[in-house]
């Protein structure tokens, strides 16, 4: 796992959570901002590619990344 306090410096809070294949980092910067960072493997951003692509040329759509909602409650649904 990579040092993200290296990266985004120190003395914020990191929230990370997997679903599945994906990593959600939520990180925040306790000055009423937060970061959403999205983690996905290979196949997975194939994957979201070719969703954005479709998005693209239907920009009047939406579609959801979403958990099952079962374990501990964390992020449930990003919607593009």
């Excluded at 999205?38 to 590619?49: E, H, T």
Aim: charged share 25%; aromatic share 8%; no cysteine.
């Amino acid at each position: 796992m990579m040092d993200l306090a290296g990266i985004i410096g120190e003395g914020h809070t990191i929230i990370l959570i997997k679903i599945g294949n994906v990593i959600i980092i939520i990180i925040d910067f306790e000055n009423g901002w937060v970061g959403v960072g999205l983690g996905l493997k290979q196949d997975d951003i194939d994957r979201l590619i070719t969703i954005l692509k479709i998005f693209k040329d239907n920009h009047d759509s939406h579609f959801n990344l979403m958990s099952n909602f079962e374990g501990e409650k964390s992020v449930g649904d990003m919607e593009f």
